[in-house]
């Protein structure tokens, strides 16, 4: 059987050269067979079938890679606008508690799409809500079925096993079902047709030495793709050792380890992150609201680890076009306000536009360990591609001066109007195609409901059917979540952060 084909004619093409620099190759043409991109270049002429697509006046971007997203909280959304890091702990990480697998599949499934409507092809997972093996395999599963290229980064949390006017931790976060649940995972991956590989998430580093080296060591011997922990040092989140040093000091550092935020970081801290060659992830929207403290992404120092996320979409969008931006302002703004206070003013802005862009695709790319598929538009990677429209009255006049600038600057989820991920059209036109439930991943409690909505739907899950669903599900964790004492979580938080009176470390 003959491969499909998509030519995608006449576009403006952002290309990053071998030092990583984008360019714009003008009215050129970019070839799609199978999964990979097969040719790029003038007048092509396509195989027997293939699809034609007129792209001229549009751009042809790659897709963006989102190295840090919790995709389950999509029921979360709208309440954490006005919360610092203490807030949302207990009112977004901790809710997992209050998910039901079912919850977690709809949660999962809406978050991939959202972030696949912006132009994400590619997300690095933390999937941090694992209460049992069911939500588990209900976020897995949700993940292959959204369509979204992954890292689903499977992690082991700390678990209450109750929580309403008490709340009673679970002694041995780390059960047995964990590890046999990572191992079946990772055993069986890749899923849907490649797209979906078996990340680890790990937190915990509270545990002692001998805990902390095994799992690492279990997660690298199973052959997960990379692990992903939470970092951030200031004088009461994340105070004490920091995590580079202790990852350094029980010899686990590595270039499969990515690190989110890493704000606050010290020379020291990334002299050793640098010569490992482990990744940074930088989530600027919640990092600058939160009080994580600077988005160290565009330092000169940490830019060859750096990538960019859009991490909690329950407080902020899942656009990496907005992630890209407000890095930008707010160490624009930073770096300005230093300068003024010295008595100068800025010679220059920094940092610079494309380098946003570059952040938002080849640097996650490499964080991710996907260099060598995806995050660029070249002959022989995989075909993870966004067509933008320019004929909005946002892009009117900015594509006529730079391309890149239209993209950065101006574009939005309006203008993404189609979405390539491994060869497959997800969104055209300017809308979300229908998703198939996987076949893959096996039973779980709820699948039998999930399936029994696509097979009303005619077998493939379209935007309104998921948004009814989503709706039902955000109403009844909600009722769940009224029945907690959300003020003695947020305690619980400050003593896992070692204060003891609130008054003596809040401002």
Request: charge should be negative; glycine fraction near 10%.
């Amino acid at each position: 059987m003959s491969q499909s084909a998509l030519l995608l004619q006449g576009g403006m093409i952002l290309q990053h050269d071998i030092q990583d620099n984008v360019n714009v190759l003008y009215d050129t043409d970019l070839l799609i067979v199978g999964n990979q991109i097969e040719h790029i270049g003038k007048n092509i002429t396509g195989p027997e079938n293939c699809r034609l697509i007129d792209c001229h006046g549009k751009i042809i971007c790659p897709g963006f890679v989102d190295t840090h997203h919790h995709m389950w909280q999509t029921q979360l959304k709208g309440r954490h606008s006005d919360d610092t890091l203490l807030d949302y702990s207990p009112k977004g990480n901790m809710q997992c508690f209050n998910y039901t697998p079912q919850d977690i599949f709809w949660g999962e499934l809406a978050g991939n799409l959202e972030a696949l409507d912006a132009g994400t092809t590619c997300v690095g997972d933390h999937a941090h809500m694992t209460y049992s093996p069911d939500h588990g395999l209900a976020g897995l599963s949700a993940a292959i079925t959204a369509g979204i290229r992954s890292v689903f980064c499977y992690s082991i949390i700390p678990r209450f096993t109750r929580w309403d006017a008490e709340i009673e931790v679970d002694p041995s976060p780390i059960s047995d079902w964990c590890i046999k649940q990572l191992e079946n995972f990772t055993q069986r991956q890749p899923f849907g047709d490649g797209r979906v590989t078996i990340g680890f998430g790990f937190d915990m580093f509270h545990l002692p030495k001998d805990q902390v080296v095994d799992l690492y060591q279990t997660a690298r011997r199973l052959g997960v793709k990379t692990i992903t922990s939470h970092w951030r040092h200031n004088n009461i989140a994340g105070s004490g050792e920091t995590i580079p040093h202790l990852l350094h000091n029980y010899s686990l550092l590595g270039p499969d380890l990515l690190l989110s935020h890493a704000t606050g970081t010290t020379p020291t801290d990334l002299s050793l992150l640098t010569t490992a060659r482990t990744h940074i992830a930088s989530t600027p929207t919640t990092e600058s609201q939160m009080a994580h403290g600077v988005p160290i992404c565009f330092d000169p120092c940490a830019t060859a680890l750096a990538s960019l996320g859009t991490d909690c979409h329950s407080s902020d969008s899942a656009s990496m076009l907005h992630a890209m931006r407000v890095g930008l302002a707010v160490t624009r703004s930073h770096r300005n306000a230093q300068i003024l206070d010295s008595g100068k003013f800025p010679r220059q802005v920094d940092p610079k536009t494309r380098e946003a862009l570059r952040l938002a695709t080849v640097g996650g790319a490499k964080a991710l360990g996907m260099q060598e598929e995806v995050g660029r538009l070249q002959v022989g990677m995989r075909a993870d591609v966004l067509v933008v429209e320019t004929g909005s009255p946002a892009m009117a006049a900015a594509v006529q001066e730079d391309p890149v600038v239209a993209v950065v600057r101006h574009a939005g989820t309006r203008e993404v109007a189609m979405v390539v991920v491994d060869g497959v059209v997800r969104k055209e036109g300017g809308r979300l195609l229908g998703v198939e439930v996987e076949r893959e991943v096996g039973a779980w409690d709820g699948r039998e409901a999930v399936e029994s909505v696509a097979d009303a739907a005619g077998g493939k899950l379209g935007w309104e059917d998921i948004l009814k669903q989503l709706v039902r599900s955000r109403s009844e964790i909600q009722r769940r979540i009224e029945k907690c004492d959300i003020e003695k979580a947020r305690r619980i938080v400050l003593q896992r952060w070692g204060a003891s009176d609130e008054d003596d470390v809040l401002g």
